[in-house]
């Protein structure tokens, strides 16, 4: 039975994570992500869950990685330099192959920046915040609604594939109250971890017997393995043997490039006749949708392509679209991230379906699009609004 709600994007992060079996928070607050902790706090110690707020976000997300290991759904919050802080444990928990949730209310930056305004601005760090080659998956909702439904779906890909996976909310998405209509819970689809059915002595935390996602052991459940942040073989343990370390770092992105067609959600409006594509995501989308409305009242033929995922790109999907397109407009609440991705696909660059033996191995059947790209981008601490991106169509029309 579906269930109606009034609630900011913050509660519903909070309630999508409670549905999906999250038990088990670690986080330190800064604005405007502190109500998903205010939240977890209320809640969990009530359902049986542990909530704690640590010192900082270092020790937060090293806390949330701990929690994972011992068998629970967990998540951790913050927002701009708090996320920042955190990437030495993001690359950690890739190498570690450890599920992992982390919400991200984006602000304005660099530093501090703007705490309280809307930003998009750690699109391209949930890519590349963490060193070295590692798997990204980071989700991009675009209503109050999409936080709970996708939030949800990010513990269900971070279990599935035992590898962080981030929430990009914003400022102005956290802050938003309205009424939410969410499925019933019997609607819900709730994925867990796979677990070992060896025997203890038997069992290795990477062994890929089981397929390229081992199975994960909860710690204290009989179980005993090592887990570090350098390169290991199966046992958990250090290794430098060259032919293993690229075979592994292979999977550790293969397992996500092999299943990105379904991680890699997208949303195609009025795009059937569209000679012109918007691309928008997150929170800007909203007014994208306007704009293209308006401009369709106009007899200008417009749509709007909106990533939910943005990590993976959803790369195939654009390639279609942009193929018939003779101008792409990108708008984003910063100065410039994920046009950057737009440009590399429309300019021929393929999107990458797996890595083997040191070669990338790209998909084929899409052709460089032609069409002109132009931006609708700002960082001022304020929304993008439908006539600046309506005065756009109407000037590449």
């Known amino acids: 039975m579906k269930r109606a709600v009034v609630a ?9 994570a409670i549905d999906a079996g999250c038990r088990f928070f670690a986080g330190y607050p800064i604005t405007p992500s502190s109500e998903v902790a205010e939240g977890m706090a209320r809640k969990l110690p009530k359902l049986g869950g542990v909530f704690l707020q640590m010192e900082d976000e270092i020790a937060s997300i090293a806390c949330a990685i701990g929690g994972s290991l011992g068998g629970e759904k967990t998540m951790t919050a913050s927002s701009g330099p708090g996320i920042s802080l955190k990437q030495e ?10 599920p992992l949730v982390i919400i991200n209310a984006m602000r304005g930056g660099p530093s501090t920046g703007l705490p309280t305004r809307i930003a998009q601005s750690d699109i391209m760090q949930a890519r590349w915040g ?27 890909i971070a279990e599935e594939l035992r ?20 499925p019933g819970k019997e609607e819900l ?3 867990n971890r796979l677990r070992p059915t060896v025997k203890p002595e038997e069992y290795y935390p990477y062994d890929t017997r089981f397929g390229d996602i081992p199975p994960l052991a909860d710690y204290f459940s009989g179980y005993r393995f090592h887990v570090t942040g350098l390169n290991h ?4 343990f250090p290794n430098i043997d060259p032919v293993l370390q690229e075979s592994e770092e292979e999977r550790l992105i293969n397992k996500v490039l092999k299943r990105q067609e ?21 929170s800007n989308a909203s007014g994208a949708k306007e704009a293209v ?6 007899g200008i033929k417009v749509g709007l392509f909106r990533p939910i995922t943005v990590w993976p790109f959803p790369s195939i999907p654009f390639q279609e679209v942009a193929a018939s397109a003779k101008q792409i407009i990108v708008t984003e609440v910063n100065l410039g991230q994920i046009v950057y991705e737009i440009e590399r696909i429309m300019l021929g660059g393929r999107a990458v379906t797996e890595i083997r033996n040191g070669n990338l191995i790209f998909d084929t059947r899409h052709p460089r699009s032609s069409a002109e790209l132009s931006t609708v981008l700002q960082a001022n601490g304020t929304p993008i609004r439908p006539n600046q991106i309506l005065s756009q169509i109407k000037e590449v029309a």
């Open 8 to 16: 900011n994007g913050n509660e519903m992060v909070v309630e999508g």
């Open 89 to 98: 444990g993001v690359g950690l928990a890739c190498i570690a192959e450890i």
């Open 130 to 156: 963490t060193h070295g080659d590692h798997p990204a998956v980071a989700l991009c909702p675009g209503s109050v609604a999409e936080c709970y439904t996708e939030t949800i779906r990010a513990f269900n």
């Open 163 to 182: 590898t962080p996976v981030y929430v990009l909310s914003d400022a102005f998405l956290a802050h938003l109250s309205t009424k939410v209509e969410l």
């Open 189 to 191: 689809k709730i994925a």
């Open 233 to 236: 073989d199966k046992t958990g």
């Open 262 to 282: 379904a991680i890699s959600t997208y949303e195609n409006y009025k795009l059937e006749d569209a000679q012109i594509v918007v691309v928008a995501y997150g």
């Open 293 to 298: 409305d308006a401009a369709r009242e106009s």
